[in-house]
Nanobody, 129 residues
Framework: VQLVESGGGSVQSGGSLRLSCTAS????????LGWFRQAPGKEREVVAT???????TYGDSVKGRLTISRDNDKNAVYLQMNNLRPEDTAMYYC????????????????????????WGQGTQVTVSS
């Protein structure tokens, strides 16, 4: 699987950016697509995920400001970032993985796991105050 990100850049606080990621690979390996970010000196954190069936998740710090979308025909995922803040400054990575059987409430369900397998090179987002 190859993941290629684009759309990063530098903006002022309150500005917007749209990140794009195109994935090559079979549909099982790209069933789960997501955006993650890592700021200098900090651990990588999930920004948002979107599975092929349409389920989305968001990190608490970005809810209401960042929106993930997906085009299954193009095998692409996007991240619309509005009202950006200096604390959004980070390297943003696109990632994908297969679904896994995950034990929850006494049963195994086929779901997107927390740990993703395939990663892009990343695109830098810098927000100045």
């Amino acid at each position: 699987v190859q993941l290629v990100e684009s759309g990063g850049g530098s903006v002022q606080s309150g500005g917007s950016l749209r990140l794009s990621c195109t994935a090559s690979g079979d549909t099982s390996s790209t069933y789960c697509l997501g955006w993650f970010r890592q700021a200098p000196g900090k651990e990588r954190e999930v920004v948002a995920t979107f599975d092929r069936a349409g389920a989305t998740t968001y990190g608490d710090s970005v809810k209401g400001r960042l929106t993930i979308s997906r085009d299954n025909d193009k095998n692409a995922v996007y991240l619309q970032m509005n009202n950006l803040r200096p604390e959004d400054t980070a390297m943003y990575y696109c990632a994908s993985t297969e679904r896994r059987f995950i034990l929850a409430h006494g049963a195994f369900n086929l779901e997107c796991p927390e740990k993703y397998t395939y990663w892009g090179q990343g695109t830098q987002v810098t927000v100045s105050s």
